[in-house]
């Protein structure tokens, strides 16, 4: 590209600190668009006076933090909100990014100047579309879908659970299916993080204009030193739903056997914990709960092996792709390893039953060679496809190939009013509400 362009980024979280495959991966987005022209950032939070800013303002030449209300997170307003979007069909997270005075808020920032490129991160957002045509008609607009966010809620909708989850986990696939059908055509193009995700995509919306942009890492120029005994690790937010529910299926059927074949091995979790696993950790000497880390690097340097005992999710897993980075071998079960550029054998292992998982991480333990061969080909993967450098490059050819089509923008209408919204509002199963 040989000209500068003028590019604004709306993301529906802060995306910083960086503890989040989320926001990892708005921030080096876009930290890529930077280096296309200057980069607007339009944003969201409840406390934006709270926000740790620093990190962000060098990308950006604006930042307009947008005030969300807040909510008290108290039980029973927490439940009656839901329980009312349940019944209305509207999911909670996009809920709050369809309020009046939000979207008040984002027609004034649009206002600001001309942009030649607009992006919308999460199809939370994708709603605003119709705004940006408004206000913007100029602009491409592409919409990067961190997750299929109809599978999401197909695959929570299908799991075994207590029958009162059914019927809202039902609505919020139906409405979510309904959203990305109406929205992703209307985008000029359309951001998967995987193959496999744009399968779906097209499945649902067969006129989009798909472009695979992976998530991505940073490579680490040395390895640490695993301690001893070893140290298995998790990695990820216990308020993420397949994260909560895969290290349960792993404490309740892999960890006893691994523990009692293994008695001095260790295993730690780094991520926002929730207060049953506080509980747990206090019953278990091995378990050790770390939370939420400005940076995973001294933790993981301590790590033999990297679990992943992911039941259902969506996208791909950026902790795989740290893990690798940081040149430690990963178990995971098939469904933790999807969307990845890597078969069996190559960075990772994979085991889907208690008992597969259990001798792969015992036999791993024992055998260093094995380990090493695993953990060298997964920084090779990186080092190829997945480091941020690697994925700016996607980026950056996605937009050129953009604004070089001749391409008008879809002649069908998004309607513009309060009341022209598609209803299909959709708060992803695998995000963390900050109600």
Same mark, same amino acid.
């Given at each position: 590209?040989?000209?500068?362009?003028?590019?604004?980024?709306?993301?529906?979280?802060?995306?910083?600190?960086?503890?989040?495959?989320?926001?990892?991966?708005?921030?080096?987005?876009?930290?890529?668009?930077?280096?296309?022209?200057?980069?607007?950032?339009?944003?969201?939070?409840?406390?934006?006076?709270?926000?740790?800013?620093?990190?962000?303002?060098?990308?950006?030449?604006?930042?307009?933090?947008?005030?969300?209300?807040?909510?008290?997170?108290? @039980?029973?307003?927490?439940?009656?909100?839901?329980?009312?979007?349940?019944?209305?069909?509207?999911?909670?997270?996009?809920?709050?990014?369809?309020?009046?005075?939000?979207?008040?808020?984002?027609?004034?920032?649009?206002?600001?100047?001309?942009?030649?490129?607009?992006?919308?991160?999460?199809?939370?957002?994708?709603?605003?579309?119709?705004?940006?045509?408004?206000?913007?008609?100029?602009?491409?607009?592409?919409?990067?879908?961190?997750?299929?966010?109809?599978?999401?809620?197909?695959?929570?909708?299908?799991?075994?659970?207590?029958?009162?989850?059914?019927?809202?986990?039902?609505?919020?696939?139906?409405?979510a299916l309904e959203q990305e059908r109406a929205y992703l055509p209307h985008a000029d193009q359309v951001w998967v993080?995987?193959?496999?995700?744009?399968?779906?995509?097209?499945? @649902?919306?067969?006129?989009?204009?798909?472009?695979?942009?992976?998530?991505?890492?940073?490579?680490?120029?040395?390895?640490?030193?695993?301690?001893?005994?070893?140290?298995?690790?998790?990695? %990820?937010?216990?308020?993420?739903?397949?994260?909560?529910?895969?290290?349960?299926?792993?404490?309740?059927?892999?960890?006893?056997?691994?523990?009692?074949?293994?008695?001095?091995?260790?295993?730690?979790?780094? %991520?926002?914990?929730?207060?049953?696993?506080?509980?747990?950790?206090?019953?278990?000497?091995?378990? @050790?709960?770390?939370?939420?880390?400005?940076?995973?690097?001294?933790?993981?340097?301590?790590?033999?092996?990297?679990?992943?005992?992911?039941?259902?999710?969506?996208?791909?897993?950026?902790?795989?792709?740290?893990?690798?980075?940081?040149?430690?071998?990963?178990?995971?079960?098939?469904? %933790?390893?999807?969307?990845?550029?890597?078969?069996?054998?190559?960075?990772?292992?994979?085991?889907?039953?208690?008992?597969?998982?259990?001798?792969?991480?015992?036999?791993?333990?024992?055998?260093?060679?094995?380990?090493?061969?695993?953990?060298?080909?997964?920084?090779?993967?990186?080092?190829?496809?997945?480091?941020?450098?690697?994925?700016?490059?996607?980026?950056?050819?996605?937009?050129?190939?953009?604004?070089?089509?001749?391409?008008?923008?879809?002649?069908?209408?998004?309607?513009?009013?309060q009341n022209s919204e598609i209803r299909a509002d959709a708060r992803s199963p695998n995000e963390a509400s900050s109600e």
């Amino acid at each position: 590209m040989n000209r500068p362009i003028c590019l604004a980024v709306i993301s529906p979280e802060f995306p910083a600190p960086l503890t989040s495959g989320g926001k990892k991966r708005t921030f080096h987005l876009l930290r890529a668009l930077a280096r296309v022209g200057p980069v607007d950032l339009i944003t969201f939070s409840e406390q934006p006076e709270a926000e740790p800013v620093s990190l962000v303002r060098p990308v950006c030449q604006r930042l307009d933090i947008i005030r969300l209300p807040r909510h008290a997170p108290k @039980l029973f307003p927490f439940l009656w909100r839901n329980l009312r979007r349940a019944a209305r069909g509207v999911n909670p997270l996009i809920d709050r990014f369809s309020e009046g005075a939000v979207r008040a808020a984002v027609e004034r920032s649009l206002q600001h100047q001309a942009y030649e490129v607009i992006v919308l991160e999460h199809s939370w957002i994708a709603h605003y579309i119709p705004i940006i045509r408004r206000w913007q008609p100029h602009a491409r607009i592409i919409l990067d879908c961190h997750n299929i966010e109809s599978d999401l809620w197909r695959q929570y909708y299908e799991r075994p659970r207590q029958f009162w989850h059914k019927p809202a986990a039902y609505r919020f696939w139906r409405s979510a299916l309904e959203q990305e059908r109406a929205y992703l055509p209307h985008a000029d193009q359309v951001w998967v993080v995987s193959e496999a995700d744009a399968r779906r995509a097209r499945a @649902l919306a067969p006129s989009a204009r798909l472009r695979v942009i992976p998530n991505g890492t940073t490579l680490m120029e040395g390895w640490g030193r695993p301690a001893h005994p070893p140290i298995i690790g998790f990695l %990820g937010s216990l308020r993420y739903p397949p994260n909560e529910s895969g290290l349960r299926f792993f404490l309740d059927h892999i960890w006893p056997r691994i523990r009692a074949a293994t008695p001095d091995v260790r295993m730690m979790i780094i %991520g926002r914990p929730t207060p049953a696993l506080l509980r747990r950790a206090r019953a278990d000497e091995r378990l @050790l709960v770390v939370g939420e880390v400005p940076d995973i690097t001294p933790y993981l340097q301590q790590w033999a092996l990297m679990v992943v005992p992911l039941l259902h999710g969506g996208g791909t897993r950026m902790k795989i792709l740290d893990a690798w980075a940081h040149g430690i071998a990963v178990v995971s079960t098939s469904r %933790g390893a999807e969307g990845l550029r890597a078969a069996p054998g190559e960075g990772l292992w994979i085991a889907d039953s208690p008992q597969e998982f259990a001798e792969a991480v015992l036999h791993l333990l024992r055998e260093e060679a094995e380990r090493l061969r695993l953990a060298r080909r997964g920084y090779e993967l990186v080092r190829r496809f997945y480091s941020w450098d690697v994925i700016a490059e996607c980026a950056r050819d996605a937009i050129t190939s953009l604004l070089a089509e001749d391409a008008a923008p879809p002649e069908q209408s998004l309607g513009v009013g309060q009341n022209s919204e598609i209803r299909a509002d959709a708060r992803s199963p695998n995000e963390a509400s900050s109600e």
